[in-house]
C-alpha cells in the first residue's frame, strides 16, 4: 500500500516579498515524515486568485492531500475562503454552524464575536468549518468525493497552523483515508561527534542496507551528530520487535560508541528529567554561548527543581572574579583551553553548590582563531564532587550555528557527567 501524498501552498506577499520567513512548510514536513505520509510537494504563491487556481490543480494533480498556509483571516487580501469557493463551484453562504465554532474560538480568548466584525461566518457551502486551538479563523476543510480528494486551508501565524493540524486536519485525514491509513513507527538512533560519511562508508559500510530489512532509511545531521531515522508501519508489537532487534544490531558494530539516545527526546528535556530522576541538581558556566546552555533549560517547566544557576563569565576578569579561575593558567594555557574550562567548572560547582556543573569555553567566529585553535573549537568541562575535567570539539557552521553546537555538546556533556561516563 502507498503511502498517502500531501501537497502544500503557502499563499502570502510577505512570504515572497522577504518580510515574512515561513515556518509552516518546515514544520509539516517533520510532522508528515513522522506521520509516516509523503510530502509530495510545497509551493510558494502570491495572495492572488489565478496563482491560487494553478497552484491547487497542479497539487491536486499529483497528491491525495491539499494543505494550504495563509489567506483565512478577514482582510482583503485573503482570497483563500472565496477562491476555494469557486473552485470546486460552491456558494458561499452565511452560515449559523460556522457562526457557533467562530464564537468558540474567540471565546477561548475571553473575546466576544458578534457578525458585524468580519465574514468568518460567510463560508462555502459543503466545506467543513474546523476549530482554530489557537486563533479566530476557522480551519476550511472540503472533501471531494469523486476524486477522493482532501483539501485543507489553515493559518499562517505558525504557532496556528501547527495546532490546527495536529488537533483538527490530521483526525480528519485518517477518517476519510481509513482504508488507506497505516500507523507509522519510527526507531531514531542518534550519535554524537562523527560525521554521516564517516558512519556509512569507513565504520558500517553495510549498515544502511543492514537496517533496510526493517524499513525506510533516513539519515538527518543533527547540532552534534548525525540521526539515523528507520521508518516502517505495522502493529505497536510489531515496532517493538523490530525496535529492539535495531538496537541489538547496532550494538554489534562500532557506532555503537557514539550512540547517545534511541528515541528523538530533544536533549534539553532529555537532561532535565534525568536530573529530577536523581534528584541532582547542577549548574553552568559559560562563555562563548552567552546564557543559552541555561536558556535551553529554562526554557522548560520545572527546571528550577534541579537548576541551581549560571554565570555567563565572557570577559577574562569574570572568569576569576566569578568563578574563582587562577589568573596564570589563564596566562600559561589561553582561556579557551582544558585547564581554564576545568577551573570554570569547579567554581560554577562550588559558587553554586551543585552535584553537578558544566562550563564552556570556545572561538565562534568569524574572528579569531589560530592553527593550534582553530574557529569553531570549544572546550567543554565538567565537574562533580568526584571528578573534574574537560573535552575539546572543533564544530562548523556560522557563530549562531556553533554556539547551538556548542550549547547541545554541553547538555550532553551533563547527560554523560549523571550517567557517570566521564572519566
Not at 532509511?217 to 528507520?230: K, M, N, Q
Not at 569553531?376 to 562533580?384: E, K, L, P, R
Request: hydrophobic share 40%; glycine share 8%.
Amino acid at each position: 500500500m502507498t503511502a498517502l501524498k500531501v501537497s502544500m501552498i503557502v499563499i502570502g506577499d510577505e512570504i515572497l516579498s522577504g518580510r515574512t520567513t515561513d515556518l509552516n512548510g518546515s514544520w509539516l514536513s517533520k510532522f508528515l515524515f513522522i506521520a509516516g505520509l509523503e510530502f509530495k510537494a510545497l509551493r510558494f504563491i502570491h495572495d492572488d486568485i489565478d496563482e491560487i487556481n494553478q497552484a491547487l490543480t497542479a497539487s491536486l494533480l499529483e497528491s491525495d492531500i491539499v494543505i494550504t498556509s495563509g489567506g483565512i483571516g478577514p482582510t482583503i487580501d485573503d482570497k483563500t475562503k472565496n477562491t476555494l469557493a469557486r473552485f470546486f463551484n460552491k456558494k458561499i453562504l452565511e452560515r449559523s454552524d460556522v457562526a457557533d465554532i467562530v464564537t468558540q474560538n474567540y471565546s477561548q480568548f475571553g473575546r466576544t464575536w458578534a457578525p458585524g466584525h468580519n465574514h468568518y461566518h460567510h463560508f462555502p457551502e459543503d466545506f467543513m468549518a474546523t476549530n482554530n486551538p489557537r486563533g479566530l479563523a476557522p480551519g476550511i476543510v472540503y472533501y471531494e468525493k469523486t476524486s477522493n480528494k482532501l483539501i485543507m486551508a489553515g493559518p499562517g501565524v505558525p504557532r496556528e497552523f501547527s495546532e490546527i493540524v495536529e488537533k483538527e486536519f490530521f483526525p480528519l485525514i485518517k477518517k476519510y483515508f481509513a482504508h488507506r491509513f497505516q500507523e507509522n513507527y519510527q526507531t531514531v538512533i542518534r550519535t554524537k561527534a562523527i560525521a554521516e560519511e564517516k558512519i556509512f562508508f569507513d565504520l558500517c559500510p553495510t549498515l544502511w542496507s543492514d537496517l533496510e530489512v526493517y524499513g525506510k532509511v533516513s539519515s538527518l545531521p543533527h547540532t552534534i551528530g548525525i540521526d539515523i531515522v528507520i521508518s516502517y508501519h505495522g502493529s505497536l508489537i510489531d515496532h517493538q520487535k523490530k525496535e529492539a532487534d535495531i538496537k541489538n544490531l547496532i550494538m554489534s558494530t562500532p557506532l555503537a560508541e557514539h550512540v547517545w539516545q534511541y528515541g528523538n527526546i530533544p536533549i534539553n528535556e532529555l537532561a532535565l528529567a534525568m536530573a529530577q530522576k536523581k534528584k541532582m541538581s547542577f549548574s553552568f558556566a559559560e562563555s562563548c554561548t552567552g546564557g543559552l546552555v541555561s536558556s535551553k533549560i529554562t526554557d522548560l517547566s520545572g527546571s528550577s527543581s534541579v537548576f541551581m544557576g549560571g554565570v555567563v563569565s565572557y570577559a577574562n576578569a569574570a572568569k576569576i572574579e566569578l568563578l574563582n579561575v587562577s589568573s596564570k593558567t589563564i596566562d600559561d594555557h589561553g582561556a579557551v583551553s582544558i585547564e581554564v574550562a576545568t577551573e570554570m567548572a569547579l567554581g560554577a560547582l562550588h559558587k553554586f553548590k551543585t552535584d553537578y556543573a558544566v562550563s564552556l569555553s570556545g572561538i565562534a567566529g568569524p574572528l579569531g582563531g589560530s592553527v593550534e585553535k582553530p574557529i569553531g573549537t570549544v572546550v567543554i568541562g565538567y565537574a562533580s564532587k568526584k571528578i573534574n575535567g574537560a573535552r575539546t570539539f572543533i564544530f562548523p557552521g556560522d557563530r549562531i550555528r556553533k554556539k547551538e553546537r556548542f550549547s547541545d555538546m554541553a547538555l550532553l556533556t551533563l547527560i554523560e557527567l549523571m550517567e557517570n561516563k566521564l572519566d
